[in-house]
């Protein structure tokens, strides 16, 4: 592996690796089981209707897969920026460029979505404003280090944990839930439960958190590929319950149409006093998966600027907390702009198209990963890269447009920098 440029003259270097199994695990889960999972369940079941359990399966096929080439990938690179130094390593210096403009664009989108979610649920009339206070706060939260990061987030995963156990419950034992209402029913096309993958992959995809910490992570060999499986795995049984409750009390027609689903899936259970604990649930959610976007964005765009793609002076590492506070400071400023002035249904579909070409470019490059280096079997990467530009193309029309657009950019943007450096 090609080491980093040197830091500038009085700045260290490397980054801490304080984070053990049980951290990584918690980054990944508060990543995860986020606000994606109060929110994405309706625009799902409205493309896949009665086939939205398929589209789920479909969603954590890719995602097992990519998680998976992942893994291996970070154990063999365990260096901040995830994929951006995977790809670069792998297949050459574009299409880590490549991967790493399409997470930092369509995680920085993620982050604003996220914010927006704390501010719908904590003050609907003041949601913005409440959007950039919760940016602001766990920009802080970062700063002082990842080590605070992590034990915040344990916090928020069991709060949120509890949360979704008590919909759950309050759904399957209630006398409004009927087995039947889980049936594929000729309302499902194929072309509605990709999509609907594709929208659900949105509330999968924070395993990468664990990878692009792992400059952070002590014996990543061992310990990344002990953690993503895990994360992975705790989080396709938590979402697949949660699924199976709201479809057996709603049924499809119901939760497509509903504007907060875990809500009224427990108002539907006769459950009504859980209702006020669910919105403290999901806006303690979102701001578990704020907390963790905002950390993968910034070590991303550390990788970057210490390649000199992003301005070299964000590559800079604070010498008492260890973290790359310009970098943190730039991405917590962006993310405030754009939650002060979005749109959280365009966030969602532009996220989710960046980060599953992210996703391809991961296992594009665990491919080429030869057996001595833990290739996984060929067709996990395979499958995963397929499964990966399938979705993306199988999103909404205005999400495909607007991330081919931006990819496009920064493509040609890198292609500029070429030319330029070129010529003196």
Not at 345 to 356: D, E, M, P, Q
Not at 400 to 411: E, F, K, N, Q, R
Request: aromatic content about 6%.
């Amino acid at each position: 592996m090609s080491k980093p440029p040197a830091a500038a003259a009085g700045v260290p270097e490397e980054l801490r690796r304080t984070l053990g199994v049980p951290d990584a695990v918690m980054i990944g889960l508060g990543s995860m089981i986020g606000a994606g999972i109060f929110a994405a369940l309706a625009p799902a079941a409205r493309a896949a209707g009665s086939g939205l359990l398929v589209g789920l399966a479909l969603a954590a096929v890719v995602a097992y897969c990519n998680a998976t080439s992942s893994a291996r990938l970070a154990a063999r690179y365990p260096a901040s920026g995830g994929t951006y130094v995977y790809g670069r390593e792998r297949l050459g210096e574009f299409w880590g460029y490549l991967a790493g403009w399409g997470f930092v664009v369509g995680k920085t989108a993620s982050c604003a979505a996220m914010a927006l979610t704390v501010g719908s649920y904590v003050w609907p009339g003041q949601a913005h404003a409440v959007a950039v206070a919760a940016v602001v706060a766990l920009t802080a939260v970062n700063y002082a280090g990842v080590q605070k990061s992590a034990l915040l987030t344990r916090v928020i995963v069991a709060v949120v944990l509890a949360v979704l156990a008590a919909v759950v419950v309050a759904a399957l034992t209630s006398g409004a839930a009927d087995a039947a209402r889980l049936d594929v029913g000729s309302d499902a096309t194929a072309g509605g439960v990709l999509q609907a993958a594709g929208l659900l992959f949105f509330a999968f995809a924070g395993y990468a958190r664990i990878a692009t910490l792992g400059e952070e992570v002590r014996d990543p060999a061992r310990t990344i590929p002990r953690a993503i499986p895990i994360a992975l795995g705790i989080t396709l049984v938590v979402y697949a319950l949660v699924a199976v409750s709201a479809l057996s009390v709603l049924g499809p027609d119901g939760l497509a149409g509903a504007a907060a689903p875990l809500s009224d899936a427990a108002r539907a259970s006769g459950a009504d006093w859980l209702v006020p604990v669910v919105r403290v649930g999901a806006a303690v959610a979102a701001l578990g998966s704020l907390l963790a976007l905002i950390l993968g964005v910034s070590r991303t765009t550390l990788a970057m600027a210490r390649d000199r793609h992003l301005p070299h002076a964000l590559a800079a590492v604070h010498p008492r907390f260890k973290v790359p506070h310009r970098a943190e400071l730039l991405v917590g400023a962006v993310v405030a702009v754009a939650a002060a002035t979005g749109d959280l249904r365009g966030a969602i579909g532009f996220s989710s198209f960046g980060v599953l070409v992210y996703y391809a470019v991961a296992n594009a490059s665990a491919w080429t990963l030869t057996p001595d280096e833990g290739r996984p079997n060929r067709l996990v990467p395979a499958v995963g890269l397929t499964g990966c530009l399938v979705l993306a193309f199988a999103l909404p029309s205005s999400s495909v447009v607007s991330g081919t657009a931006v990819i496009a950019l920064g493509a040609a943007v890198y292609a500029v920098r070429r030319a330029l450096a070129a010529r003196g």
